[in-house]
């Protein structure tokens, strides 16, 4: 499998040929979006992309780690993470998608 990062430009380019919109404002679609989605998390509140799945903020309490080098350890703060949790349908659709890449047994 070929590991590919999409980017912002590369979402730009598809809104441009699927949409048929001019590339400025394919870009200020998708920033507009993506920000909206940013500025929800900031808030604390779940967004939720019907048939794509969920981004969550999860508060993680302080605790201690160990730097895996020298073995020390060391306290981690306390802190908030975004976690992402596809929907059944993105989660089939990846399954489908990577049994057609297997070779045949």
């Known amino acids: 499998m070929t ?4 980017t912002r ?3 730009i380019d598809a809104l441009v040929k699927d949409v048929g919109l001019p590339r ?3 870009g200020m679609m998708l920033e507009t979006v993506l920000g909206l989605i940013e500025t929800k998390l900031v808030a604390g509140e779940t967004v939720k992309l019907a048939r794509f799945g969920n981004f ?8 201690v780690g160990r730097n895996p080098k020298t073995g020390v350890e060391a306290s981690i703060a306390p802190r908030r993470v975004v ?5 059944q349908l993105l989660r089939e ?3 489908d998608a990577q ?4 070779p045949a047994r």
Do not use: G, N
């Not at 590991?3 to 999409?6: Q, Y």
């Not at 969550?56 to 605790?63: C, D, F, I, Q, Y």
């Not at 976690?83 to 929907?87: E, R, V």
């Open 3 to 6: 590991e590919k990062t999409i």
């Open 9 to 11: 430009a590369d979402l």
């Open 24 to 26: 400025q404002d394919c």
């Open 56 to 63: 969550t903020v999860r508060a993680k309490r302080e605790r």
């Open 83 to 87: 976690t992402f949790k596809p929907s």
């Open 93 to 95: 659709r990846v399954a």
């Open 99 to 102: 049994k057609q890449l297997e």
